[in-house]
């Protein structure tokens, strides 16, 4: 039992380092051209903005000069979980504001299960 109990242990221990382990950090500057999709639709939502930046960056070469690379987001599966990510981390309500309706400079930290993203520069 108490084998079993240690085992149970370090489970949960391995999978909060999983959790709290960053996949990749990148800044990017939100421009008018993240905000509309690959068909000129407007987007309405801060993940879904973001996920286009990320496509623009790494699929159309519309990359914004402030914007970094990352190591996750290359791929179209992987940028098709911005909304799940983003809803499981720190996003404040200002922060997704600001990307809806202005420019700024963010800051975005993805881990495994969840994405922080932070505004830097309005």
């Known amino acids: 039992m108490r084998f079993l109990t240690v085992a149970l242990v370090l489970l949960a221990s391995t999978a909060a380092l999983a959790q ?9 500057r939100i421009g008018p051209q993240d905000k509309v999709n690959s068909l000129g639709d407007r987007l309405e ?5 973001l996920r286009q930046d990320r496509a623009n960056y790494h ?6 000069a402030e914007d970094e690379g990352d190591d996750v987001f290359d791929d179209r599966r992987e940028r098709g979980r911005f909304e799940r990510l983003m809803s499981r981390g720190v ?20 881990y495994a299960t969840r994405m922080d993203v932070e505004i830097i520069e309005p």
Do not use: K
């Not at 709290?20 to 990017?28: H, I, P, Q, S």
């Not at 699929?59 to 914004?64: C, E, G």
């Not at 404040?92 to 993805?110: E, F, W, Y």
């Open 20 to 28: 709290g382990r960053v996949l990749t950090e990148y800044t990017t």
């Open 45 to 49: 939502t801060a993940a879904a903005i």
């Open 91 to 110: 996003v404040q309500p200002d922060t997704a504001r600001a990307i809806i309706n202005g420019t700024p400079l963010v800051r975005v930290t993805v």
């Open 59 to 64: 699929r159309f070469d519309q990359a914004d």
